[in-house]
Structures are given as C-alpha cells and as structure tokens.
C-alpha cells in the first residue's frame, strides 16, 4: 500500500472517530428529539466511512489510526466546557458544523499533500468530505 493511501486513509480514520466522539458526547446531554435523532444517524454513517478506511488498510496490511487517549480526553472536556452553561440544539448545531469544518479543511489538506494515492483512498476521503457537507447543511435546520 503506497503511503500516500495511508496518509488519507488514516485521516479519514480520524476524522470519523472525532466525529462519532463528539456525537456520543453531545447525545448525553440532550433529550430524544429530532436533533438527537439526526445525530445518531450521522454517527452511524461515520461509523460505516471508518469501517470502510479500515477494510482497505487491512487488506493492504497497512498500519491503521490509533486515536490519542488524551486527545479523546481532550475533545469531551472542550465539549463540556462548551456546554456548561448552554445545551441548546442552536449551540450543539454550530458547534457541530465547526467540527464539521475542521474535517473538510483536514481532508482537503491531506488529499492535496497525498496525490499519488489510489483512487480507491481518495473516493473514500472524498465521500467522507461530502458527507461533512451534507452533515453542516442539516445542521443548519437546527440553527
């Protein structure tokens, strides 16, 4: 597997994995609602994407994404810290499209500083920046 495929498939790893964190996070604190609802069905849709960028490292024996314990610490306790004193579907719908946000710009960075990897790699990571896309558009019904 080229390490350019790594690259991206790596961070499409991480990327799904911050966001399925942030979702399990943010469902703690709000009720069973259209949001709530909305939001399980993006974590589930991440949750096939790292699925899938894990498959293809695999197959190709490559090493895959192993997530930081302190960075996973780090992201709850941000989200907490943001949502001490406000829990409203508007403050969790801007802060997911800024997490959003920060995928696309992560997945465009690695996909321009990796262009010999397959094909194969970069429909995924593409799919995944797509879906952000769709993600920061459903979001906005909650603003």
Known sequence: MKQDDVRILKEVQRNTELGMTAIDT????????????????????????????????????????????IADMMLKGSIHA?????????????MMIQGSNRGITSMWKVMKHNQMATNEAVELAQELVDFE????QQMKEFL
Do not use: P
């Open 26 to 69: 943010i469902l703690d604190k709000i009720g069973n609602d259209e949001f709530s609802l909305q939001l399980s069905k993006q974590a589930l849709h991440y949750s096939e994407i790292h699925n899938r960028a894990l498959d293809q490292i695999l197959k190709n024996e490559g090493d895959v994404y192993r997530g930081s314990q």
């Open 82 to 94: 943001s949502t001490a004193l406000n829990i409203s579907k508007e403050h969790l719908a801007e």
């Open 133 to 136: 896309e769709e993600s920061i």
